[in-house]
């Protein structure tokens, strides 16, 4: 089956840059998404990026898509206290979507 | 808007019991989902449903079955709860559009325990 690789704990120091990054097998997926679960709470979209695109940038996000390697990453600037929450790569699989296990952001003051 | 609702947000049952996870989207989506969650793992498909009268098998739907009536329900049933059943539920949709789905909204989750 289809499957989604994360490392699964991140630690940065507050107001360095976070880079979280995926591997994913289906190189059929039309979109790359990644998700941000805080404590509690269901998943929320972040961001995304089209299969055909190397690189999206949404204010301090930068997603990069590295097709023949299978790769994605996620890269958040300038990383606050805030942005501590488990953040979920994921594709699309036909109709379904296919999740990563998920890397835990510590932000440390 | 109230988006994905779950109710409960937290149950504990007893192994052999029976419970229905509600699960109602106000925003017109064709695409329903059941996901469990574990801890230190990604989400597990178990059920989804492409429109009213339409429901599918995932990737875990062994003990879970669901019904979808209407476009806005889509509840999950465990009709013989089982420890391995222990863990957190969210319910998603989706809409599609240009042949492509986009972004999934998913509820707050319900915390299951069976003991």
């Known amino acids: 089956g289809e499957d989604v690789e994360q490392s699964l704990f991140l630690s940065v120091r507050e107001g360095d840059s976070s880079v979280i990054n995926c591997t994913y097998t289906?190189?059929?997926?039309?979109?790359l998404y990644w998700y941000k679960q805080e404590p509690g709470a269901g998943l929320q979209l972040l961001t995304y990026i089209f299969s055909n695109m190397d690189m999206k940038q949404d204010q301090r996000l930068t997603v990069l898509l590295n097709k023949k390697d299978k790769h994605l990453s996620l890269r958040i600037a300038d990383t606050q206290t805030g942005d501590s929450a488990i953040y979920f790569c994921a594709e699309n699989y036909g109709q379904n979507f296919v999740f990563g296990p998920g890397t835990r952001l510590s932000v440390l003051p | 808007n109230a988006g994905v609702t779950q109710t409960p947000k937290f149950r504990i049952l007893k192994i052999g019991q029976s419970m229905t996870l509600q699960c109602t989207q106000d925003m017109n989506h064709n695409y329903m989902y059941w996901y469990r969650q574990d801890p230190g793992m990604g989400l597990k498909l178990i059920y989804y449903?492409?429109?009213?009268?339409?429901?599918d098998k995932g990737e875990v739907p062994n003990g879970y079955n669901v019904s979808r009536s209407t476009t806005e329900d889509f509840p999950l049933r465990l009709e013989l709860a089982a420890p391995s059943q222990t863990s957190v539920y969210f319910c998603?949709?989706?809409?599609?559009?240009?042949?492509?789905?986009?972004?999934?909204?998913f509820g707050p989750g319900t915390r299951l325990t069976v003991t």
């Open positions: 449903s492409v429109g009213a009268g339409i429901t």
């Open positions: 289906d190189s059929s997926s039309t979109y």
């Open positions: 998603a949709s989706s809409s599609k559009a240009g042949g492509f789905i986009y972004e999934q909204y």
